[in-house]
């Protein structure tokens, strides 16, 4: 991968999104811009908040009931400007280098470049050396990196992590971590979700805190976490249960 | 018990003749699977992507027609093959190729509602990721078709055992022909209604043998695909 020059994609605009399905209510009237600055945005709240819908939707991936997003002003997100990553990536029954050649077909990219890229990419997410390795095989730590380099496969001008590190040990949500700054730097606009609120300090540019599928607050991180505007971010933040 | 011991006497001193009709059995069978496998194996992975007014209809038609009945299935081959039937000009009627044909009627239903399941139970599995890879209709179908590909072996495996047993259709299309269209099945069905229990038991050993090797190469093969392709 190579640095990106600014992406037309963004921002990512809600305007009164709503998601309903099976007459529950996702997402509620949310109006939000994730905007083009190249620091990651971090979706927090508790389970059954809205993040992974959210996510979803900003990738395209599912239609809104009611409002509308658009991506840089347009109506759609072109398939190849946009990776999601799942909370619970799934391994094709291939080797490690199998899946990331997968996703390189799939997104287009000429078979002679495809070995090249491939390396490139599993380099970038530690798993050099384990080419060969059944991907199902890799541990969850290598699988969520692996799913992270075939993502990235599509050399995406944003990417959604949807809680990369959700079952991960901390050296592992670490490895991560340290692929997220890396990607960012390289122009990539990333925007994740987590349950981890040092995680949130850590790589957050700006916050996006949901609770029952509406928008509490969002704002710099910086300014979120010293000076959280509402009452329910200061009891997230203080770790208490939202209610 | 003498019975037994002329049975082994023949499969083990190479009997010309017990061998050129286990021989014919597995080229009649092994075909027929092949050829089943190539229309229902797709059309499974078709059924279980593609949504339509009736699938569940079909769906239901597809399991049903894994129960079809081999005479019936013989019956309908033989009037079409027969010289007045509207195949008839083909000469096809009592040959190998026309018990491949009943056979592979017989056993791709098997092959499709088994693939149908396989392959959908994959597809909830993968649709999100592959969706997200903005992957194209044909991509998915081949793509969770080789994912599935270990699975899928006992559907083979299925139609194989379909084939292999089977003797109402092959005995109407094929006739029973000695060294012609006589197969295993058919020839133990013959020798036990002549009374000639020898040959009956020998193929009928013959016969479990091979089914049982089959499966056991196939399962080898599965269990080393897995173990390299994870």
């Given at each position: 991968m190579s640095m990106r020059s600014?992406?037309?994609?963004?921002?990512v605009i809600f305007t009164d999104v709503a998601i309903v399905a099976a007459d529950v209510t996702?997402?509620?009237?949310i109006s939000l811009v994730l905007p083009g600055s190249s620091a990651p945005t971090v979706l927090i709240g508790p389970n059954g908040s809205g993040k992974t819908t959210l996510l979803r939707a900003a990738m395209g991936l599912i239609p809104v009931t009611r409002g509308r997003i658009t991506w840089g002003g347009r109506e759609t997100l072109p398939p190849d400007r946009g990776a999601i990553l799942f909370q619970r990536p799934v391994m094709l029954r291939r080797s490690a280098a199998g899946n990331v050649r997968y996703a390189l077909a799939a997104a287009g990219v000429p078979r002679v470049a495809r070995s090249e890229r491939t390396a490139e990419l599993l380099a970038l997410v530690g798993l050099?050396?384990?080419?060969?390795?059944?991907?199902?095989?890799?541990?969850g730590g290598e699988q969520q990196r692996l799913a992270l380099a075939r993502a990235l496969a599509r050399d995406p001008a944003i990417l959604f992590l949807d809680e990369p590190t959700a079952s991960l040990d901390p050296a592992a949500a670490n490895a991560i971590e340290d692929i997220v700054r890396a990607v960012t730097a390289r122009g990539v606009k990333v925007v994740m979700s987590t349950h981890d609120l040092g995680q949130a300090k850590r790589l957050a540019g700006e916050i996006v805190l949901l609770h029952r599928g509406r928008l509490i607050e969002n704002g710099s991180a910086a300014e979120f976490f010293a000076k959280p505007r509402t009452q329910e971010a200061r009891t997230f933040i203080a770790g208490e249960l939202l209610v | 018990m003498s019975t037994d011991v002329s049975a082994f006497q023949l499969v083990f001193t190479g009997d010309p003749a017990l061998f050129a009709i286990v021989r014919l059995s597995l080229i009649v069978s092994l075909s027929a699977v092949f050829f089943a496998a190539l229309i229902g194996i797709p059309a499974g992975a078709m059924l279980a992507l593609v949504r339509f007014p009736g699938r569940e209809g079909v769906i239901v038609f597809l399991n049903a027609l894994m129960g079809l009945p081999p005479v019936v299935v013989g019956l309908a081959i033989f009037l079409t093959l027969s010289r007045s039937g509207p195949l008839g000009q083909w000469g096809l009627l009592f040959t190998p190729q026309a018990m491949v044909i009943a056979q592979t009627i017989l056993v791709a239903p098997i092959i499709a509602a088994l693939a149908r399941q396989t392959v959908e139970d994959l597809w909830v599995e993968y649709r999100d990721e592959l969706a997200a890879m903005n992957v194209g209709a044909g991509r998915r179908i081949a793509t969770l078709i080789w994912d599935a590909r270990f699975s899928l072996v006992t559907a083979l495996l299925a139609g194989f055992g379909r084939a292999a047993a089977e003797v109402g259709a092959i005995i109407i299309?094929?006739?029973?022909?000695?060294?012609?269209?006589?197969?295993m099945t058919t020839a133990i069905a013959l020798e036990t209604s002549k009374g000639d229990l020898p040959l009956a038991v020998g193929l009928g050993v013959v016969l479990i043998t091979i089914v049982i090797l089959i499966n056991a190469l196939a399962w080898a093969a599965r269990r080393a695909g897995e173990h390299y392709a994870g």
């Open positions: 600014p992406t037309s994609e963004l921002p996702i997402l509620d009237g050099t050396g384990l080419e060969r390795r059944p991907a199902r095989k890799l541990s | 299309v094929g006739g029973n022909i000695d060294g012609f269209t006589r197969t």
